[in-house]
């Protein structure tokens, strides 16, 4: 499949997901009303942090091994191993909240075997996209996504809406979409002690999505403990939704092309005219959006969320600052992956999700949700610069060399 195909399918997906992720969360968000959608979502963002250890590193590792091994010997047990991985930490995380209960642990425990599920979708899409089959993989993708929006919606309509119902209809779209797996996608489970690289390896992965992840989410959950309040929660979360929702437009983008940056790794030259285009490029729909959404902002939410949201629409035109700077860190990100230095790139996240808490603490308890969204946005510059300067020093060094 050529590129421009591949893009053409992974962009298909991701547009798909992202329009069927927006139209839900505005569905949920006018049923549920500010301050339950704000609870909805400190709880979602409590389990995404655990479903980072759900995932354990496999999901990058296996599109990375599949796309040119480094640990040859476990190319083609990488999905096996990830399922028993993402089995054991499930359960783990179900039986602690049901000996020690804490308060919405019940809805805690729906949210995490939700994500456990989702982990295993992903851990078949990596592999798919590992192998080159990016339409199967998109094909797949908008499967688990209709279903996963038919179960919802399906609880919706039979019981009352609320958080048990859309995460009680979670399970059972993404259970319906698991036994229609791809044919090359075996359900097959396994426990093996690894090489201790392949744990480094794992190790590093794992730091960067529980780092990054932080600093991306973790200004709910201290919204939620510093702030005002469920209903500002709500309002910030808004806001960020629609955020993520551009992101995950422009993801493709990164997926497809991170294949591309792997085959020319050992192409130095090639590589870095490569990633100097890429780069500049991803700055031109920032440049684009942003405009459009600051001069649109009322009417967005208005549109999207109804008048119980206006308060969203300020926190909005902040957090789109930040996009300026996302889009462009999806290449750099790719480039320090692609080129096997997750270790570099660990360290960035780590420092990006300490800084994020520290302009947190700061932030919040004067500013409230505008804080948070201060917070993004200089997180992710600083994530921009030193990565930037990180693989500008590197490239340097090696023509100096």
């Not at 200089?378 to 921009?384: F, K, P, R, S």
Request: aromatic share 12%; charged share 10%; hydrophobic share 50%.
């Amino acid at each position: 499949m050529t590129l421009a195909k591949s893009f053409s399918a992974q962009w298909l997906a991701s547009a798909y997901g992202a329009a069927v992720s927006i139209l839900l969360t505005f569905l949920f968000a006018r049923l549920l009303g500010p301050k339950i959608f704000g609870n909805y979502n400190y709880l979602l963002t409590l389990a995404s942090l655990y479903a980072i250890l759900q995932d354990g590193g496999f999901r990058t590792l296996i599109f990375r091994e599949l796309t040119s091994p480094t640990f040859q010997e476990i190319k083609n047990s990488l999905v096996s191993l990830s399922l028993g991985h993402n089995i054991l930490v499930t359960s783990t995380g179900i039986l602690i909240l049901i000996f020690l209960p804490l308060k919405d642990s019940f809805l805690l425990i729906l949210a995490i075997f939700s994500f456990g599920l989702a982990t295993t979708t992903t851990s078949f899409s990596s592999q798919l996209k590992g192998e080159g089959m990016f339409a199967a993989e998109a094909q797949w993708r908008i499967m688990t996504r209709t279903l996963g929006a038919l179960g919802v919606l399906t609880f919706i309509f039979i019981f009352t809406p609320s958080i048990q119902t859309i995460l009680g209809g979670t399970i059972l779209g993404y259970s319906i979409a698991l036994s229609l797996r791809p044919a090359n996608c075996k359900l097959k489970i396994l426990f093996k002690k690894l090489n201790p690289l392949i744990y480094k390896s794992l190790g590093s992965l794992l730091i960067i999505d529980i780092a990054t992840l932080i600093y991306f989410k973790i200004d709910i959950v201290m919204l939620r403990h510093l702030g005002s309040g469920l209903e500002e929660v709500g309002f910030y979360s808004s806001g960020s939704r629609l955020l993520e929702g551009l992101i995950f437009m422009h993801l493709p983008f990164a997926t497809v092309l991170f294949r591309e940056m792997r085959t020319r790794i050992h192409r130095p030259n090639e590589f870095t005219s490569y990633i100097l285009k890429l780069f500049f490029f991803s700055i031109a729909s920032p440049i684009v959006i942003i405009p459009i959404g600051w001069f649109f902002s009322k009417e967005i939410i208005l549109l999207c969320y109804g008048p119980d949201f206006m308060g969203a629409s300020p926190l909005l035109k902040l957090l789109l600052i930040s996009f300026f700077f996302m889009i462009p860190n999806l290449v750099l990100t790719q480039v320090t992956l692609a080129s096997d230095r997750e270790y570099f790139y660990a360290k960035i996240t780590c420092l990006a999700a300490f800084t994020n808490i520290g302009l947190n603490l700061y932030l919040i308890p004067t500013m409230g949700a505008k804080g948070a969204a201060i917070g993004t946005i200089l997180t992710e510059g600083l994530v921009m610069f030193l990565i930037g300067g990180g693989i500008m020093l590197s490239h340097r060094k090696a023509g100096l060399k």
